[in-house]
């Protein structure tokens, strides 16, 4: 969704709101979609992350530049934090697609040590 400025607030204040509100997005994400929608939650956060990174550099000449670096390193670690966990999805996703296709050509399980470590890895991501 586009960003809107209203109409009793100025670039700072709208840009402030606008950043609060991609901090929310992507808790939300995280808080209450997680746990039915893993794939769609972390790909919501992170879209989030990426438009509170983007909001940072327009707000690049209001933020003192020591500020603006450790805010930026803040969500650049998060993201990374949630792509990691987005390929451990992806991975155990396509594991169970490759499962199905060959089945009756692999031994049953065939896959299976694979997609307890890929699920391992995912948990250690969401914790």
């Known amino acids: 969704m586009p960003y809107k400025l209203q109409s009793d607030e100025g670039a700072r204040e709208a840009i402030q709101r606008a950043a609060r509100e991609q901090l929310e ?3 939300h994400a995280l808080d209450e979609t997680v746990a039915h929608d893993p794939v769609t939650a972390i790909h919501t956060a992170r879209k989030a992350v990426k438009k509170e990174r983007s909001l940072l ?11 603006r670096r450790a805010a930026n390193a803040t969500l650049r670690t998060a993201a990374r934090g949630l792509s990691n966990a ?3 999805e992806v991975m155990i996703e396509t594991l169970d ?4 296709r060959f089945a009756g050509q692999l031994p049953e399980g065939a896959f299976m040590a694979v997609r307890v470590r890929f699920e391992s890895e995912r948990d250690a991501e969401r914790a």
């Open 86 to 88: 987005r390929d451990a």
């Open 97 to 100: 697609q490759l499962s199905e």
């Open 25 to 27: 997005t992507a808790l």
């Open 57 to 67: 550099r327009l707000a690049r000449a209001t933020v003192p530049p020591k500020q």
